[in-house]
C-alpha cells in the first residue's frame, strides 16, 4: 500500500511574490539601464554639461522622495494594486517622454526639459512602485512572514539594478538613447500585464490622523536605516572611484562584489527578521556592514579590499528589512503602506543630505577617509536597534494585526 505525502498548498503571498518582485525588478532595470546612457545622450547629443547632467538624474531621486507619503496614502486607502499599477503607468509614461524627446535634436532647451519631464516621472513609478509592492506583500504574507517579504521585494531591487547598467550601455552602444526608451515602455507595459491577475487586497479604513501616528512610528527605524543606508550609496558613489584610485582592478567588481553578496546573504537568511526580530538583526548585520566598509579603508591590497566590499554587501542586506520589520510592527495595522513609504524616505534623505557632504570631505581628507567616517555612521545605528527592542518587543515573528 503507497503512501502521497499531501502536498503543502501554495500560500497568496508565495503565488503572488514573483510577480510583484518583477514589478519591482522592472523600474529598477530601467532606472539602471538610463545610468550609463543618460549622461552621454545630455552631453553628446543636447550639448549640456555636467550640471545639466547631474539636474536630470538627480530629478528622478527628488521625485521619489517627494512622493513617498502620496504612494503609501494610495497603497493604504486605495489598495496596494492600485499603487503598483499607477507606478508601472507612470514608468510608461517616463519611456514615452524619453522617446519624445529624441524630437526636438535641434532644439536642445526643449528636448531636456522633456526628459526632465520623464524622470521625474520614473521617480514617481519607482516610490509608487517598491512601496506599492512592500504593502501587498506584507497584507498576503500575514504574521511570520514580514521580513522574508522585505528582504525579497529589496532583492528584486538590487538584482535589475547591477544588470540594467551593461544593459543599459550594451543599448545605448548599438541603438542609441531611443532603445532606453522602448525598453521603459515594453517593460512597464508587459509588468502591467503580469500583475493584473493577482488578487487585489481590500483597503483598511483610514485615521485622520494616520500620518502622524505612522510617523511617530516609523521615525525610530527610520533613523536607524538612515544612517546605515549611507553605505549603499557610498559604495555606488565612490567604491569605483577609490579603486581606480589605488590602481585596484577590476575597479566595476567592487560594486558587484557588494551587490552580488547582498543577494547570496538575502537569498540564504532572508527569513532571519522573522525569527530573530527585526532589530536584532539589524543590529547584527549593521556590524558586519561596518566591518566591511572599515576594511575597504584599511586595505592595502586589491583581494582585501574586494573582500571588505563582500563584507560591507553581506551586512547591508538585512539591515533593511530588519529595521523595516520594527516600523510595520509599530504602525497601525491599516496603514503599513504609508509606513513602508515613510520608512524609505529616510533612506532618500540619508542619500540627499549625507551623501554629497562625503563628496565634500573627499575632496579634503581623500576617497579612503569617507569609508571609515561611514562605517562610524553606520554604527550608529546600533544604539537604536538597542532603544528598539528594549522599548518595544512584539512577539517574535509576529506582525500586530
Not at 108 to 126: C, D, H, K, Q, Y
Not at 220 to 234: D, E, K, Q
Amino acid at each position: 500500500m503507497s503512501m502521497t505525502m499531501p502536498r503543502r498548498s501554495a500560500s497568496p503571498a508565495d503565488r503572488s511574490l514573483p510577480y510583484l518582485m518583477a514589478s519591482v525588478f522592472t523600474v529598477f532595470l530601467v532606472t539602471g539601464a538610463a545610468l550609463p546612457a543618460l549622461p552621454l545622450y545630455i552631453h553628446e547629443h543636447l550639448g549640456f554639461g555636467p550640471f545639466m547632467i547631474g539636474l536630470v538624474s538627480g530629478a528622478q531621486f527628488a521625485a521619489s522622495l517627494m512622493s513617498r507619503f502620496w504612494s503609501g496614502t494610495v497603497a493604504d486607502r486605495r489598495g496596494p494594486k492600485q499603487a503598483v499599477t499607477a507606478g508601472l503607468v507612470m514608468a510608461a509614461l517616463a519611456g514615452l517622454f524619453y522617446l519624445l524627446s529624441l524630437f526636438f535634436p535641434g532644439n536642445p532647451v526643449l528636448s531636456v526639459t522633456i526628459l526632465l519631464v520623464g524622470r521625474v516621472f520614473l521617480g514617481g513609478a519607482e516610490s509608487f512602485i517598491m512601496t506599492g509592492a512592500q504593502s501587498w506583500c506584507l497584507a498576503l504574507a500575514g504574521p511570520g512572514n514580514a521580513g522574508k517579504m522585505i528582504a525579497w521585494i529589496g532583492t528584486a531591487m538590487f538584482v535589475a539594478l547591477a544588470a540594467g547598467a551593461p544593459l543599459g550601455s550594451f543599448l545605448y552602444a548599438n541603438w542609441g538613447f531611443a532603445a532606453i526608451g522602448l525598453l521603459t515602455v515594453a517593460g512597464a507595459v508587459a509588468t502591467v500585464a503580469l500583475v493584473a491577475p493577482i488578487a487585489a487586497v481590500k483597503p483598511a479604513p483610514q485615521s485622520e490622523k494616520a500620518v502622524a501616528r505612522v510617523l511617530r512610528a516609523v521615525w525610530l527605524p527610520g533613523m536607524g536605516m538612515a544612517f546605515a543606508g549611507l553605505g549603499y550609496g557610498t559604495m555606488t558613489a565612490f567604491a569605483v572611484l577609490l579603486f581606480v584610485q589605488r590602481g585596484w582592478q577590476p575597479a566595476w567588481l567592487s560594486f558587484t562584489a557588494f551587490a552580488v553578496a547582498l543577494m547570496v546573504a538575502r537569498f540564504f537568511f532572508g527569513p532571519l527578521p522573522d525569527r530573530l526580530g527585526g532589530a536584532r538583526t539589524a543590529m547584527i548585520f549593521v556590524v558586519i556592514h561596518s566591518l566591511g566598509m572599515g576594511l575597504i579603508w584599511l586595505s592595502p591590497f586589491a583581494w582585501l579590499a574586494f573582500v571588505g566590499a563582500s563584507l560591507a554587501g553581506f551586512g547591508y542586506a538585512l539591515v533593511y528589512p530588519g529595521f523595516g520589520m520594527e516600523a510595520i510592527a509599530r504602525a497601525p495595522s491599516e496603514s503599513r503602506g504609508l509606513a513602508m513609504g515613510i520608512y524609505s524616505a529616510f533612506i532618500d534623505l540619508s542619500l540627499g543630505i549625507l551623501a554629497p557632504l562625503l563628496g565634500l570631505v573627499a575632496n579634503l581628507a581623500g576617497l579612503g577617509s569617507i569609508f571609515l567616517i561611514n562605517a562610524l555612521v553606520a554604527l550608529c545605528a546600533v544604539p537604536i536597534a538597542l532603544r528598539l527592542r528594549s522599548h518595544h518587543q512584539p512577539e517574535q515573528g509576529r506582525i500586530p494585526s
